[in-house]
């Protein structure tokens, strides 16, 4: 099991808390089986100690073709308690947001191809997610027009409307 460490440099998970547990290959898909766990962490609330309490069930992490199969990440978070409060705290890692499924490295993905001018169904087909996900990152990289000020050149144009009657398009 010594051969792990490449291949949690292979599909590019920079984080060193998350190790490997096992490689599960089905017949449509691979599924790597990790575990989110680091030091004892600081209660945001009061500020003792917390302890390590347990996992939570597995999230059900998409991600990047590898080795042309499509992959998913099963990952358990490690859960702290704080000793003195009772506030619970769930660990976290830069390769997906908090409170979020999709890593950032399969958003980046998804932008790159809505710059290629690819279809939203192919695009979600391609990379293992939702059309919604993807008409989600595409809203957040269409570009809002500011209606205050006039731009420095306008066109006008004029036709006929109905019988006699004119109207413009701008």
């Not at 947001?97 to 979600?124: D, F, M, V």
């Amino acid at each position: 099991m010594e051969h792990f460490n490449t291949i949690t440099k292979l599909p590019g998970m920079k984080d060193q808390n998350i190790t490997i547990k096992d490689i599960i290959d089905c017949q449509t898909h691979k599924e790597i089986i990790a575990s989110l766990d680091y030091d004892v962490l600081n209660c945001p609330a009061c500020g003792t100690k917390m302890g390590k309490y347990d996992f939570q069930k597995a999230s059900k992490i998409p991600y990047l073709d590898c080795v042309g199969f499509k992959c998913r990440i099963l990952l358990k978070k490690r859960r702290f308690r704080c000793s003195n409060c009772r506030k619970m705290q769930v660990a976290e890692t830069f390769l997906v947001k908090k409170n979020h499924q999709i890593p950032t490295i399969l958003n980046q993905k998804i932008a790159q191809k809505l710059i290629e001018k690819t279809s939203i169904t192919k695009i979600a087909e391609e990379l293992s997610v939702s059309t919604s996900t993807v008409i989600r990152m595409l809203n957040e990289f269409q570009f809002k027009t500011n209606l205050n000020h006039l731009p420095t050149v306008m066109s006008w144009d004029e036709y006929s409307f109905k019988k006699g009657k004119m109207s413009f398009i701008a």
